[in-house]
């Protein structure tokens, strides 16, 4: 229910939903992606349905099905479009295209607008029975492998609109480009309010003592997300603050390299027991939830990054973030405003060193970061978003300023 | 994107009723009440980006109305929490470490101008002046690219108003600082004055001219807009008071 996030989300973006739900009521909205469950962009349907359908949107979600040579040839078509050197037979095209077009056949693809997620369903497009088609790509394809960008960019400008989480992740594809950043949900698990005594249960289960400044940092256990370097920097700010490390993180079973990265870790922390590695099974919400709300200073020191949601996860609780200066992250950073961008492990043990020195300062950053998200990050930002995507496209000889 | 509203205000000036808003148009209604109206930007990514002055300035020089309108006058709806007034100069600033072009931007009032292209002509001015003293700024490393956008906007009622003074004393407490954006720093680009919604409607209809002259006298670009509230906030209470002891 859109009325479970007044006093939470902006005012404008609560009545902006409910003036463009008017505008739009009993029209149909259609999103599609490749997976119900686990990832960014399930987890934000899950959510934005059931509230725009409350608000009189006939809201859909479907989801593409494949086979295991489909599945590795949209893995290889993610890694190149992010950069990676391989090559894409044509007959793995022809298959990639051959399970779109079955699942066209399947899917009831009739809706005023439909949003296609990321590259798996792109080709959906070529199905196209009516209404507006827009293209929602959530990857960096700022430096993609040209062959392969080709290909996928045959089908995505003959979308009506393309959309990007932010400016540096975009290719020009098609004259109506949108900006739309994800974002958190403020009442999920994940980030709902917990009582002293939920945060303590947790705390005392994952045996994380609680008598010092703890650094966080919450992450799969892969080399981007910079383990090690996050170790090290511990190790500079140890010798002159006592504080405990802990890394948390689930298992992955699509990468096989988290499973050595993960014993490298341990075997470099090995001999400090204030360095507590935690490897959390997976959905376990509620005590990502309660681990950053008991850290110090939550810490996102990635080399690599796509959004990186986890940094304003953190600033909603108030907490002072350092993050790598990759990706989404400055987006969410605000250098010295809503936390510290840093660009080397000195970096990041200077600040966390800065922050420790003077808990005025991080508790001033930390609630403009929580305001910051308020302002930017939550899920009815994203919702007016996509709703304003669609009634802009939709009148677009009337834009780009509507006044109601 | 200015010149759009000015032709918009025109023509329902002639419409009043189909039009409850802030104080342009509320002049021109019987109910003479202050209707607060909240605004979204929704952005729009143009393809064109910038990783060097020379690119950034060739950029500016080509770039739509609307794109121009974003990175300058519609800067101060991001809150205006960073330290320059502007988009160009903060990129400048931080992204190629040119302190005295960003201060030379900063400095420049972007509501002044009479139009995009005047604004425009202005900007490019600056940038010249400052590549033929320093000829070689160095570039943006290469994840700090000036990317350029416009945005898509959305102008709507805050579903409050208020008839008096004290009332709009209430209402400032408590709307949306999107609101704060539309009437104290977009206004200026409607009304063209150097004055903003809330001290015209204090002024025309409030009676209340020294405390419309305090407000129009808070410097927008040196407050961000929670400040512009506390600042509103202070001169309302203060001037309320006086004028019920000068009445008493």
Redesign the interface.
Same mark, same amino acid.
């Given at each position: 229910m859109i009325s479970d996030y007044a006093g939470i989300s902006p005012r404008r973006d609560i009545l902006l939903i409910q003036q463009l739900c008017k505008k739009l009521k009993g029209k149909s909205f259609l999103h599609i992606n490749s997976t119900k469950e686990g990832g960014g962009v399930a987890e934000i349907l899950q959510r934005m349905i059931p509230l725009l359908q409350g608000l009189g949107i006939d809201a859909r979600w479907e989801v593409i099905n494949g086979d295991k040579p489909f599945y590795d040839t949209t893995k290889t078509i993610h890694n190149t479009l992010q950069g990676d050197n391989m090559t894409i037979s044509d007959k793995a095209w022809e298959h990639y295209y051959e399970i779109n077009r079955k699942n066209a056949a399947k899917l009831d693809l009739e809706a005023d607008a439909v949003l296609i997620h990321d590259p798996q369903p792109a080709p959906l497009i070529d199905f196209r029975k009516n209404g507006l088609w827009f293209w929602r790509c959530h990857i960096d394809v700022s430096r993609p492998n040209p062959a392969v960008f080709s290909h996928i960019n045959s089908f995505a400008k003959k979308y009506q609109a393309t959309v990007f989480s932010v400016p540096k992740f975009a290719k020009p594809i098609t004259s109506n480009e949108f900006i739309i950043p994800p974002s958190i949900d403020p009442l999920s698990e994940k980030n709902m309010d917990l009582t002293d005594e939920e945060i303590t249960e947790v705390a005392d289960r994952l045996g994380i003592p609680r008598d010092r400044p703890i650094l966080l940092q919450v992450s799969r256990f892969d080399r981007f997300k910079d383990p090690i370097g996050v170790i090290n920097a511990y190790k500079m700010v140890k010798k002159y603050n006592d504080c405990i490390l802990v890394l948390a993180g689930s298992p992955a079973s699509d990468d096989p390299e988290g499973e050595e990265v993960l014993a490298e870790v341990r075997k470099y922390a090995a001999d400090d027991k204030d360095i507590l590695i935690l490897l959390l099974p997976p959905f376990s919400d509620l005590d990502i939830n309660a681990l950053q709300r008991m850290a110090t200073i939550v810490l996102q020191k990635s080399l690599k990054e796509g959004f990186g949601l986890t940094v304003s996860e953190a600033m909603w609780k108030g907490k002072p973030v350092l993050g790598g200066a990759v990706g989404g992250i400055p987006l969410q950073i605000v250098h010295g405003l809503t936390g510290f961008l840093v660009h080397s492990v000195d970096g990041a043990a200077f600040r966390i060193r800065q922050y420790l020195n003077d808990p005025e300062m991080a508790t001033r950053m930390g609630e403009a970061g929580r305001e910051y998200v308020r302002d930017n990050f939550l899920l009815t930002r994203q919702v007016r978003d996509y709703l304003s995507l669609w009634y802009s496209v939709k009148n677009r000889k009337k834009g780009p300023t509507f006044e109601f | 994107?200015p010149q759009?509203?000015i032709k918009?205000t025109k023509k329902n000036q002639a419409k009043p009723k189909h039009?409850p808003s802030g104080i342009p148009k509320c002049a021109a209604l019987k109910d003479k009440s202050f209707y607060f109206m #909240?605004?979204?930007n929704?952005?729009?990514? @143009? $393809?064109t980006?910038a990783m060097s002055l020379k690119e950034m300035r060739d950029a500016i020089a080509s770039v739509s109305k #609307?794109c121009l309108f974003h990175h300058t006058c519609q800067y101060f709806s991001k $809150?205006n929490?960073?330290e320059h007034t502007n988009d160009f100069a903060q990129w400048i600033y931080?992204s190629l470490e040119q302190s005295i072009l960003a201060e030379q931007l900063s400095n420049i009032d972007p509501y002044s101008f009479t139009s995009m292209t005047a604004l425009r002509k202005h900007f490019l001015e600056v940038i010249d002046n400052y590549i033929e003293n320093f000829p070689e700024p160095r570039v943006a490393l290469p #994840?700090e690219?000036f990317?350029f956008?416009?945005? +898509? @906007?959305?102008?709507?009622?805050? $579903?409050v108003k208020a008839r008096n003074l004290a009332e709009f004393l209430m209402a400032i407490k408590f +709307? #949306? =600082? =999107? =609101?704060l954006y539309y009437h104290f720093y977009e206004a200026r680009s409607r009304l063209r004055k150097g004055t903003d919604d809330f001290s015209k409607w204090i002024d025309e209809v409030g009676k209340a001219p020294r405390i419309a002259e305090r407000l129009r006298a808070v410097d927008p670009f040196m407050n961000n807009l929670e400040n512009v509230r506390e600042k509103i906030i202070d001169i309302l209470e203060e001037g309320i008071k006086l004028e019920m002891g000068e009445m008493g």
């Amino acid at each position: 229910m859109i009325s479970d996030y007044a006093g939470i989300s902006p005012r404008r973006d609560i009545l902006l939903i409910q003036q463009l739900c008017k505008k739009l009521k009993g029209k149909s909205f259609l999103h599609i992606n490749s997976t119900k469950e686990g990832g960014g962009v399930a987890e934000i349907l899950q959510r934005m349905i059931p509230l725009l359908q409350g608000l009189g949107i006939d809201a859909r979600w479907e989801v593409i099905n494949g086979d295991k040579p489909f599945y590795d040839t949209t893995k290889t078509i993610h890694n190149t479009l992010q950069g990676d050197n391989m090559t894409i037979s044509d007959k793995a095209w022809e298959h990639y295209y051959e399970i779109n077009r079955k699942n066209a056949a399947k899917l009831d693809l009739e809706a005023d607008a439909v949003l296609i997620h990321d590259p798996q369903p792109a080709p959906l497009i070529d199905f196209r029975k009516n209404g507006l088609w827009f293209w929602r790509c959530h990857i960096d394809v700022s430096r993609p492998n040209p062959a392969v960008f080709s290909h996928i960019n045959s089908f995505a400008k003959k979308y009506q609109a393309t959309v990007f989480s932010v400016p540096k992740f975009a290719k020009p594809i098609t004259s109506n480009e949108f900006i739309i950043p994800p974002s958190i949900d403020p009442l999920s698990e994940k980030n709902m309010d917990l009582t002293d005594e939920e945060i303590t249960e947790v705390a005392d289960r994952l045996g994380i003592p609680r008598d010092r400044p703890i650094l966080l940092q919450v992450s799969r256990f892969d080399r981007f997300k910079d383990p090690i370097g996050v170790i090290n920097a511990y190790k500079m700010v140890k010798k002159y603050n006592d504080c405990i490390l802990v890394l948390a993180g689930s298992p992955a079973s699509d990468d096989p390299e988290g499973e050595e990265v993960l014993a490298e870790v341990r075997k470099y922390a090995a001999d400090d027991k204030d360095i507590l590695i935690l490897l959390l099974p997976p959905f376990s919400d509620l005590d990502i939830n309660a681990l950053q709300r008991m850290a110090t200073i939550v810490l996102q020191k990635s080399l690599k990054e796509g959004f990186g949601l986890t940094v304003s996860e953190a600033m909603w609780k108030g907490k002072p973030v350092l993050g790598g200066a990759v990706g989404g992250i400055p987006l969410q950073i605000v250098h010295g405003l809503t936390g510290f961008l840093v660009h080397s492990v000195d970096g990041a043990a200077f600040r966390i060193r800065q922050y420790l020195n003077d808990p005025e300062m991080a508790t001033r950053m930390g609630e403009a970061g929580r305001e910051y998200v308020r302002d930017n990050f939550l899920l009815t930002r994203q919702v007016r978003d996509y709703l304003s995507l669609w009634y802009s496209v939709k009148n677009r000889k009337k834009g780009p300023t509507f006044e109601f | 994107m200015p010149q759009t509203k000015i032709k918009q205000t025109k023509k329902n000036q002639a419409k009043p009723k189909h039009r409850p808003s802030g104080i342009p148009k509320c002049a021109a209604l019987k109910d003479k009440s202050f209707y607060f109206m #909240d605004i979204v930007n929704v952005i729009k990514h @143009t $393809g064109t980006k910038a990783m060097s002055l020379k690119e950034m300035r060739d950029a500016i020089a080509s770039v739509s109305k #609307d794109c121009l309108f974003h990175h300058t006058c519609q800067y101060f709806s991001k $809150g205006n929490i960073q330290e320059h007034t502007n988009d160009f100069a903060q990129w400048i600033y931080t992204s190629l470490e040119q302190s005295i072009l960003a201060e030379q931007l900063s400095n420049i009032d972007p509501y002044s101008f009479t139009s995009m292209t005047a604004l425009r002509k202005h900007f490019l001015e600056v940038i010249d002046n400052y590549i033929e003293n320093f000829p070689e700024p160095r570039v943006a490393l290469p #994840d700090e690219a000036f990317f350029f956008n416009e945005a +898509v @906007t959305f102008i709507f009622p805050a $579903g409050v108003k208020a008839r008096n003074l004290a009332e709009f004393l209430m209402a400032i407490k408590f +709307v #949306d =600082s =999107s =609101s704060l954006y539309y009437h104290f720093y977009e206004a200026r680009s409607r009304l063209r004055k150097g004055t903003d919604d809330f001290s015209k409607w204090i002024d025309e209809v409030g009676k209340a001219p020294r405390i419309a002259e305090r407000l129009r006298a808070v410097d927008p670009f040196m407050n961000n807009l929670e400040n512009v509230r506390e600042k509103i906030i202070d001169i309302l209470e203060e001037g309320i008071k006086l004028e019920m002891g000068e009445m008493g």
